[in-house]
């Protein structure tokens, strides 16, 4: 047991931000390195909640009149070559296909046939724009061929240098939209709906508050009018892009040359836009909620809401409670009012589970022993706060509801509150450069600068442009890198 | 309108059955070629029907106590040489990652960049038995770790010479089970068990009838002490495999040294179970139910089960038409009896309407006019036998229950009467090379040859040894190949 309490330690995070994050992943068994260059497996406790996240999104993405298709995996290096924002983009760092076939060596060895040489290399696909455009091109040639609102869900392909699970791997999960239109406006509509969908999802339930804005030119996605985003603050005051959404003009209907044939005659060039969200989800998750004791996972995001640990000592109390707690478990699944397991490993000490299933993140504790059962009561003890709550057990099932509401509100108080202490209004660069590296967070400043100063100003202070917030805009300003008076605020920070 | 109607003509079965098949798959817009080598692109209509069975099939293993994860897609060459067997079956044919960045030449070319080369090579999952064990290693020490048992939703890739969409494509998408058990007759019953879900579905979901057996030594998994499977035929009488199971003993365990401690302090090798089906059972319901009028798809596996076509001349019967049909969507909507659409389109005649929901497959169609409502009447068209039932308003929605249940049995039972009706016992190989070649078919023999044996039966004959039938087993006969006495019957047929 001692060995096993070990293994479970998390370092803290006033001690090391990094591993005690990099701890949670691995204790929770989220997920764990594959020993191939920087993809990770998705542990049955980490995919449960991506699960969860994709039925709700799909849901949303359904009832704005969405649907799913499949598009290969596999993108010819040729495809790219049609538009060279995008290109430059992405086909720095990606994985790429040049043979069919592997060969067993005289030698037993196993290699790639050289004889097996693809004619044109294949990009594992970091985005699918290029593919899907191409598509477009059979799909779409009148007015009634649009909009077109499509989705997929699929695996994407991006060499990182550096990575860490969840919030930066080499293969990672995602959803990417992507919708044509007759008009630009319907365009920018669409992209923008769709980022209101992610805010609301995020919000409500992740329980993760978000500041929605615009990208600047520095930051916005390689051949798109606009991007949107929305962006959160971990707990080291650092942001984090949550998802994004992006206008992307004519860039890839010209790119593909993709026209139609407009309600009056004309060939026109149709509208774009594309929009994701990823399994890094689940990485901000544990960096705005998580704490030293491990994960911390909102009730409505949770795939299980309430862990049942029966207390006793002698098997006659042991019967007695598990019945109880089989009872319980009866009641709970007919009225569906919450997920609930017991966990009843006989090798185990009720102290062990606690400090398990605290680790796992599971929103609420159900403890029920001798005692309690005699005095018509129960404990739930709440993951977010350590609070205990004596419960008769008439009530326990309304109790545990409305618990865990009060949790999901909760935790985005919190958080939400920690977010407003830690944005900063600066109005010059100097005391902008000073706060940052004195106590991090997100900083208010107008600013006209070009993408010139954006760079130089990430060199300064390695903080960028995380976005143009719908939210915080107001009047105008002295743009505190340029001096020229400008209308424009942004949200500069540093970010993983 | 007369360019329309011919770009939806689809040819004949007995004119050319495998251009027969394409054109359903092009004219139904379930998928098309992708212009990337033997890659589909799945459509929205084809990913619908996918997304339903994806859905049915994960409640039940779900129910069966099995969770997600997810692995990485790709797999470093070294980890196929650990089992030489499972090398030599999927190493020969798979894309096969060697750099890891494209490069613009000064010529404004797009290349694969020579300075990034992997190390080692990585192969595009063909199959993820490798990576799954090589986790398993870490996962499993006692025990009380077992079994494991996961399953994956992923995308595939297998280099293959020719593809035909949805039958044998270069990227498909499968769920893959892998389990591992502390007994050998654990993962025997969970490869048996597994197969049998596999038949309920495509029973009862599907409507397609199958035999279910075990593969023979030549047609087995490699690595697989016995691979089990579910086959069915075909309208051109060929056998289609819908899906396998495999107990594959300690084969990967002892490949990537993964042990357990047994209860009694000894140190053990766990056995291994993998199974899987594939978006191939999309071509599957193709080839076993549709006609020369196009795509038929089963009411319980069909996205959109009623489609509603509103006959109509002057604007005031459009008005009092659609009305009605609104009506009948609000109910249907509210009940949940089934999935109703109503066909608003405005520029298309009822009768394109009608070949063109009867090409996409719809169950059931619903006619609705003036004079109907006026008798207080409608007309469904059954979209297999393409009867036409008038029926009272106030019968609708039963009706409409009573019909599709009666769609969906009598899809299984035609199938089936297909299936028996083309099943033939043989004594001799001269009686069966010569009735194959006359009428294809399955063809039931006793069998005791070894795999040089179905090796030269392939070649002579075009048939493989499809399964070992669970239910066509019986005394004992001389093989039809050998002449040895044997209990063992075999079916053989010439495959997809």
Redesign the interface.
Known sequence: MAEKADALKITRRDEDYSRWYLDIVDRAKLA?D???RG??????EG??I??KMQQTLDGMFKDTGH????????????Y??KEAEH??GF??????????????TESG????DPDAELSE????RPTSET?IW??YR?WIQSY?DLPIL?NQW??I?R?ELRTRPFLRT??F?WQEGHTAHATADEAEAEARQMLEIYKTFVEQYLAIPVFAGRKTENEKFPGAVHTYTIETMTQDKRAIQVGTSHNLGTTFSKAFDVKYLSAEGTQEYPFATSWGITTRMIGTLIMVHSDDRGFVCPPRIAPLQVIGVPIYRKDAEKEQVLARFTELQEQFKATKAFSFKVDTRD?LSPGFKFNDWELKGIPLRLEMGPRDLANGTAVLVRRDTGEKINVAQTDLESQIKTLLEDIQISLFKRAQEFQQQNLHFVETYAEFQQQIEEKAGFYVAYFDGNSDDEEKIKEETKATGRCIPFDLQQGTGKCFYTGRQTDRRVIFARAY
Chains 1, 2 share one sequence.
């Open positions: 764990e594959s020993g191939i993809c990770m497996i998705i542990r049955p995919f449960a991506w699960e649907t799913n298709a499949y598009f290969p995996v596999f993108i010819p290096v040729s790219f070559s290109v430059s086909a720095k760092e990606c994985a790429v296909v040049t043979h069919h076939r592997l060969q067993l060895e196993i290699t790639v290399p294949l990009v594992v593919i191409s598509a059979n009634r499509l699929a695996n392909c060499w080499t293969e999960l090798n």
